[in-house]
């Protein structure tokens, strides 16, 4: 079984709305989610009820992907890579 990894993005704003998505993938899959809502957005090779899991996780860690969120800072983040 291939390690799922999980990636969450800084905070953004849509509509007025602030936001952070949310990242799952493997070798072979990918699904995008965001938060606070806790949808899955896109999903490339998860089943059904696997995204409905990756939903139930976002939902019950929601606090930590948030404070994991708000921890990016997106300039900090350029600043790293241009080293």
Do not use: H, W
Not at 24 to 49: Q, Y
Not at 58 to 81: G, H, T, V
Request: with cysteine.
């Amino acid at each position: 079984m291939e390690e799922l990894t999980m990636s969450v993005s800084g905070i953004c704003r849509k509509d007025g709305k602030k936001l952070a998505y949310v990242t799952f993938s493997d070798a072979e899959r990918k699904a995008e989610g965001v938060i606070p809502d806790c949808r899955i957005l896109s999903n490339t090779g998860f089943t059904e009820e696997e995204a409905g899991q990756l939903e139930l996780y976002m939902k019950m860690n929601l606090s930590e992907l948030k404070k994991q969120a708000a921890a990016i800072s997106p300039l900090r983040a350029m600043m790293k890579e241009n080293k």
